[in-house]
């Protein structure tokens, strides 16, 4: 079992800076992967970024290549979302993920994924 919690979330203008937090708690956590999912209103959930448990092996979503980054502190049991130059298209619902099993690597479907947290809000508006 693996609890998930989200944060740092909230309104920032279009060009403004975002650093979302997800604390993972549970046995060997550090050895999963971690997604970042978001879901805008009327629209499906997607695959933002994830990170594999070991290799740190990443993957971007294109939209946000080059203007967020994905990392982990293994002593924080934390992963962080590093969001710049934010776009108003990047308004939604942030969700983190966990699987069931472990791998070497990470995908960014939401069928691949089991655990997940209650999400944070992040709003890009002027």
């Known amino acids: 079992q693996v609890q998930l919690v989200e944060s740092g979330g909230g309104l920032v203008q279009p060009g403004g800076s975002l650093r979302l937090s997800c604390v993972a708690a549970g046995n060997a956590v550090n050895h999963y992967a971690i997604a970042w999912f978001r879901q805008a209103p009327g629209k499906e959930r997607e695959g933002v970024s994830c990170?594999?448990?070991?290799?740190?092996?990443?993957e971007y979503t294109d939209s946000v290549k080059g203007r967020f980054t994905i990392s982990r502190d293994n002593a924080k049991n934390t992963v962080y979302l590093q969001m710049n130059n934010l776009e108003p298209e990047d308004t939604g619902v942030y969700f983190c993920?966990?699987?069931?099993?472990?791998?070497?690597?990470?995908?960014?479907?939401?069928?691949?994924?089991?655990?997940w947290g209650q999400g944070t809000q992040v709003t890009v508006s002027s």
């Open positions: 990170i594999a448990g070991t290799h740190d092996k990443i």
């Open positions: 993920a966990a699987p069931l099993v472990m791998a070497p690597f990470c995908l960014l479907g939401v069928s691949d994924y089991d655990y």
